[in-house]
């Protein structure tokens, strides 16, 4: 069966530091990726999405970039972090094409101060 | 573009009563998938109930169904002999593809579901 992992599960970090949350799925193959933010009493936005290794498509211009050096890895980095990257960041995976859903797994929750 | 509208942030219901929450989205697309998702207070997203628009048929999963109005573009979800573990934020989410060749959600802003004992 297909699991997604996220780390870490909350992280509270100063405004100017570097960022790294990892997302790794496991059990399949050439999944598309995403990254969501939740901020508090909204919905989720999506940030980032993959199709492939190296293949990130961004929706929205921000602070933050991703990466996907393998097949089912997923990274979601900041060079600096800004007091407005707090939030709750959940990754996604699906399979491609047709009618399937979005796996989410268990989010990070990140504290910028 | 693709909106997804809920209406009612928070909703309330008795245990073993019957609620229903709504969802209407914009789109000029003919096929489509919508999907219901529910975050009990440990913020794991698990689908509920997925419909797909060229079905006329209202999707069940045993307590949980949809009214789906695609002229109205309305999805609403109604939970039946509600039960405690049902209290959750609710989300509607719109399928859409994109230019890259994935697919992504558009989500509603959520409703928030109480279920009093």
């Known amino acids: 069966s297909q699991t997604i992992h996220q780390w870490p599960a909350t992280l509270v970090q100063p405004v100017g530091s570097p960022l790294s949350l990892e997302c790794t799925v496991e059990?399949?193959?050439?999944?598309?990726l995403y990254w969501y933010r939740q901020a508090a009493g909204r919905g989720l936005q999506l940030l980032f999405y993959s199709i492939g290794i190296g293949q990130i498509s961004s929706e929205v211009p921000q602070n933050l970039s991703a990466s996907r050096p393998q097949d089912r890895q997923f990274i979601l980095s900041s060079k600096k972090l800004l007091l407005s990257d707090s939030g709750f960041y959940l990754c996604?995976?699906?399979?491609?094409?047709?009618?399937?859903?979005?796996?989410f797994g268990p989010g990070t929750r990140l504290t910028v101060l | 573009a693709q909106t997804v509208t809920q209406s009612q942030p928070e909703m309330s219901v008795q245990e073993a009563e019957t609620v229903t929450l709504s969802c209407t989205y914009d789109t000029s697309e003919s096929d489509y998938y919508l999907f219901w998702y529910k975050q009990p207070p440990s913020r794991q997203m698990i689908l509920v109930i997925r419909q797909e628009a060229y079905k006329q048929q209202n999707a069940t999963e045993n307590r949980f169904s949809v009214n789906f109005q695609k002229a109205a573009k309305s999805f609403s979800l109604k939970i039946s002999d509600s039960q405690l573990g049902d209290a959750a934020m609710y989300f509607c989410a719109y399928r859409m593809l994109t230019q890259g060749g994935s697919e992504k959600l558009v989500f509603g802003k959520g409703t928030k579901l109480t279920v009093n004992p």
């Open positions: 996604a995976w699906s399979v491609g094409g047709g009618s399937n859903e979005q796996f």
């Open positions: 059990g399949t193959s050439n999944p598309n």
